[in-house]
Every structure is written in structure tokens, then in C-alpha cells.
């Protein structure tokens, strides 16, 4: 709704759009964002659902689809998104043939889960477990003792075609149960998760045997020996919520990456300029070091951004000049100062939920931020008046990474690392804050709405 507001005032009055994107956020709008936020959460139980949900946020808002399995004739002034295995998408809006760069925010849509292996049922203790493997670097705790059930899509066959259906089991129908203390007197002394023994998830009774392809095939709609291939998932059924004594966290499960991917959509679909391509890059695999066909560390991004060149008539040479003249923006959650572990944090960069965008610094380059892109990025920030912090990691422990640096092997251009604060990144319930959201999506627009130009040497100008 807040959005749709900002959307008639900058049609009906341009002048105001500067008052509104500047103005302060108020709390009506920013829980009005972050209730928005938990709805695509928890439609999103799996990659493909996160990813269909995109391509319906930017179909509703006029954007077209392009297959890159067939020729691409893109029009000045259109607006189209590609996907690659229905887990990747990216978002474009094409000024015009003579655009300068790219504007790019990349995030991913993947999470830590188990996936649900071939073969799954187990029978045990007069119980039908199912076997499954990590997906991801997962916090193995808040798996137990909660409902959860599967999400993910399946390939169908239908004739001499195969087809694929995401498929959610929408009700509680497993649970991974912990083991009674008094037979693990050990357990708060710290435990070591075995993924093969201790985290299959009970599935029913003996009398549930066999029945576990019948049960996902009937909720999908399709007849169980039509199904020839599944990528399912676990994910977590509590809901998600707006807690604490002032309403001030939020907590679902998928905020990482999600919070940041529901950001930039929402941002390519409301900004724009008119000297580069504005790009929106949600890619699948993140967890597991993005390899794969559809990953950052792919070519996907390269495919596409060539493509637009290509297909609007320009050279190769055009095209090895806007790559430099481009800039992107990494988005991927970062770590707020936990309440009750302030030591692991880095001593003087420390960051806190609601207080704005997290810009990230590793000096190995773990994270692509420099002075360069730290600077464009705070430079934007201050225009629409959205607070940033700073992130590194403490000198002697190692972080993750992310998606910047792995995509710069394939499309070398200045970038910043940025994410937004959160508490137990990687348990199936993560806590972020309520306004987070709100100042990324105002400081993506207003670097959609920006003309970033590089002068070469670092040098850039920031126009409208
Ligand atoms: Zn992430």
C-alpha cells in the first residue's frame, strides 16, 4: 500500500516524489512493509516458491518475460525479467539503446534446509522416518521439536512432455523429536549434531509406510507415477511474527536471503533512470557455494547482461564499456551484535537491528566493499536520509562469503557488500527488525533512480 501512495504521487506530481522518498518513516508505514515482508516469507517455503513469487510481484507490475531459450527483441522504455531453472531470476528495466551501465543488486534464494533424499522412507521404532541430507550450513537446534513439512517442486510427465509443479504440503506433517534428556544427560554441554541419525524426521506410524510419494504426488495434483523427479524440502511451519514490548523484531524463517531479494524487487519495480539498465539478480545455491548452473558463480548474470546489449543493437565494444561504467550492489543479511554474545563482535564495527543497512568490509575480500563502492553506496544512503553501519568480522575469527566476489569473476565491476542486521542467521526462525526493511527498499530505489557514473579511477558522479 505504501508504495502504491508513492506510486500516484510521482505520477501526479514528479516534484513531490523528492519529498516522499526523503521523508521520515513512520511506524504505520514501515509495519505496513514488514507484514508485507512475512506474507512473501511465508508463501516462499522454497526456493522455486520465492522465485514464483518474484516473477508475480513483477508481472502484476507490467514486467515481461523473456526466455533465454528464445530470441530477445527488447523495446526502450520495457521491462522484463528471465529465469533459469525456476530457483534464479533477474529483473531489467532497458532506458533506452544508448544506456551507459548497469545497476545491478543481487541477492539469493536459497536457505539452509534438508533436502529429502531419493528413497526416503525409513522404517524405525514403529515409526516411518524419511532420510534426508543438509542443504547448507544450518543451525541443527531449532529443527527439533516443531512441526515442519516439505516444500519444492516436482517434474511430471504428461505425454511426451515433462513438466515441472511446485508442490507444498500445506500442513504440519513431520517433526524431528529430540532426544529425552534423562537418555542424553549431556545435551546442554553441547552436542554434535549426526546428520544421518539425528535429524530424520518422523513421518507416521506403520501404517503411513509407503505412502509418502502418494501424499506429496495428491497435493501437487498429479498422479504419483507421473512423478519422475523431485528437489523437496523441509521448512518450518511456524508462522511468521512481529514481537517484542515495542514491536520492534521480526522474526521468520528464510530472512536471509529473502528479506533482502523481496528489497530489490520491490525497488526495480518502483525506480528507474534514464542513463543504465537497472537489474534486479536473485540467484539460487548461495548456501552452497553458488556453482552450479543457476548460481552467482554461473554465467547467468554475464548471458543476460550481454543479451540486453546484444539485442538492442550494440557492439562488443559498448558492451566492454559499460561493464566498467557499472556498479552493484551484493545483498546479503549480516550479523547484528547478539544480546548475549557482544564479545564475538568485531570491537568497533557493531551492528544493531533497526539501525540501518549493514555495509560489509573483509580486507582478504571476502567481501567486495573498497573505498570506491563504500562511498557511492553511503553517498546514496545520505541523499534519501537511510542510516548505514559496518560490519567485519573480528581480526582472529573468519567469516562467510557471499555473492559479490563470486560473480565478479564473471562480471568484474565495482561493488558493495551490504546486508541487513540479523540475530541466528541460518536457524529455521531468524529475527531481523521492523524498519530494516523499509531503508533498504528506499535506499535501492534511490539507486535505481540515481545516474551513477564513472569517471574512471574511482572517480564517480551521482546525478538524477
Ligand atoms: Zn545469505
Known amino acids: 500500500m505504501l508504495y502504491e501512495k508513492y506510486k500516484?504521487?510521482?505520477?501526479?506530481?514528479?516534484?513531490?516524489?523528492?519529498?516522499?522518498?526523503i521523508m521520515e518513516l513512520t511506524r504505520e508505514n514501515y509495519?505496513?512493509?514488514?507484514?508485507?515482508?512475512?506474507?512473501?516469507?511465508?508463501?516462499?517455503?522454497?526456493?522455486?516458491?520465492?522465485?514464483?513469487?518474484?516473477?508475480?510481484?513483477?508481472?502484476?507490475?507490467?514486467?515481461?518475460?523473456?526466455?533465454?531459450?528464445?530470441?530477445?527483441?527488447?523495446?526502450?522504455g520495457g521491462r522484463y525479467f528471465v529465469t533459469r531453472n525456476q530457483s534464479s531470476v533477474i529483473a531489467f528495466k532497458v532506458p533506452g539503446k544508448d544506456f551507459k551501465g548497469f545497476q545491478i543488486i543481487a541477492s539469493h534464494s536459497d536457505s539452509p534446509t534438508f533436502k529429502i533424499k531419493e528413497n526416503p522412507e525409513m522404517e524405525a521404532?514403529?515409526?516411518?522416518?524419511?532420510?534426508?541430507?543438509?542443504?547448507?550450513?544450518?543451525?541443527?537446534?531449532?529443527?527439533?521439536?516443531?512441526?515442519?513439512?516439505?516444500?519444492?517442486?516436482?517434474?511430471?510427465?504428461?505425454?511426451?512432455?515433462?513438466?515441472?509443479?511446485?508442490?507444498?504440503?500445506?500442513?504440519?506433517?513431520?517433526?524431528i523429536p529430540n532426544l529425552a534428556i534423562h537418555m542424553n544427560r549431556q545435551v546442554n554441554d553441547g552436542y554434535a549434531?549426526?546428520?544421518?541419525?539425528?535429524?530424520?524426521?518422523?513421518?507416521?506410524?506403520?501404517?503411513?509406510?509407503?505412502?509418502?510419494?502418494?501424499?506429496?504426488?495428491?497435493?501437487?495434483?498429479?498422479?504419483?507415477?507421473?512423478?519422475?523427479?523431485h528437489d523437496l524440502f523441509l521448512y518450518n511451519r511456524q508462522p511468521g511474527t512481529i514481537w517484542g514490548a515495542d514491536e520492534t523484531f521480526l522474526s521468520c524463517g528464510r530472512l536471509d536471503d529473502l528479506q533482502c531479494a523481496f528489497s530489490s524487487v520491490k525497488a526495480v519495480i518502483e525506480g528507474e533512470n534514464s542513463s543504465s539498465i537497472s537489474v534486479a539478480a536473485i540467484?539460487?545455491?548461495?548456501?552452497?557455494?553458488?556453482?552450479?548452473?543457476?548460481?552467482?558463480?554461473?554465467?547467468?548474470l554475464k548471458d543476460v547482461l550481454e543479451r540486453i546489449n546484444d539485442s538492442l543493437g550494440r557492439t562488443r565494444e559498448q558492451y566492454l564499456m559499460a561493464v566498467p561504467s557499472s556498479f552493484m550492489i551484493s545483498a546479503d543479511n549480516a550479523h547484528a551484535v547478539h544480546p548475549n554474545h557482544a564479545d564475538v563482535a568485531d570491537p568497533t564495527n557493531r551492528p544493531a537491528i533497526n539501525e540501518g543497512i549493514v555495509i560489509k568490509y573483509n580486507a582478504n575480500q571476502k567481501y567486495t566493499t573498497d573505498a570506491v563502492s563504500a562511498a557511492v553506496f553511503k553517498a546514496l544512503c545520505k541523499k534519501v536520509q537511510v542510516p548505514v553501519q559496518t560490519f567485519t568480522n573480528r581480526s582472529d575469527i573468519a567469516g562467510g562469503s557471499t555473492l559479490g566476489n563470486i560473480s565478479n569473476a564473471h562480471v568484474s565491476l565495482n561493488t558493495v557488500d551490504?546486508?541487513?542486521?540479523?540475530?541466528?542467521m541460518h536457524s529455521p526462525y531468524e529475527t531481523a527488525g521492523v524498519k530494516d526493511t523499509c531503508y533498504l527498499i528506499k535506499a535501492a530505489t534511490e539507486f535505481f533512480n540515481s545516474c551513477i557514473v564513472a569517471e574512471g579511477n574511482g572517480n564517480y558522479s551521482l546525478g538524477e
Open 283 to 300: 540467484f539460487d545455491n548461495e548456501e552452497v557455494g553458488s556453482g552450479t548452473k543457476q548460481g552467482a558463480d554461473s554465467t547467468f
Open 31 to 76: 509495519n505496513e512493509t514488514a507484514k508485507e515482508l512475512l506474507t512473501f516469507l511465508q508463501n516462499s517455503p522454497s526456493c522455486f516458491h520465492a522465485v514464483k513469487n518474484v516473477v508475480d510481484m513483477l508481472t502484476a507490475a507490467g514486467f515481461t518475460e523473456v526466455k533465454e531459450e528464445e530470441s530477445w527483441k527488447l523495446e526502450a
Open 125 to 175: 521404532a514403529h515409526c516411518i522416518k524419511l532420510n534426508v541430507e543438509k542443504y547448507g550450513g544450518m543451525i541443527c537446534a531449532p529443527w527439533f521439536d516443531r512441526p515442519l513439512s516439505i516444500a519444492g517442486r516436482l517434474v511430471v510427465s504428461e505425454g511426451s512432455r515433462l513438466v515441472s509443479k511446485l508442490v507444498n504440503v500445506d500442513r504440519d506433517l513431520v517433526m
Open 418 to 424: 551490504i546486508g541487513l542486521p540479523q540475530f541466528a
Open 193 to 229: 549434531y549426526n546428520a544421518q541419525k539425528d535429524m530424520l524426521p518422523v513421518f507416521g506410524s506403520l501404517e503411513a509406510k509407503g505412502t509418502f510419494m502418494s501424499l506429496i504426488a495428491e497435493a501437487a495434483g498429479v498422479k504419483e507415477e507421473d512423478i519422475l523427479g
Open 8 to 21: 500516484c504521487f510521482k505520477s501526479i506530481f514528479f516534484v513531490q516524489h523528492h519529498f516522499f522518498i
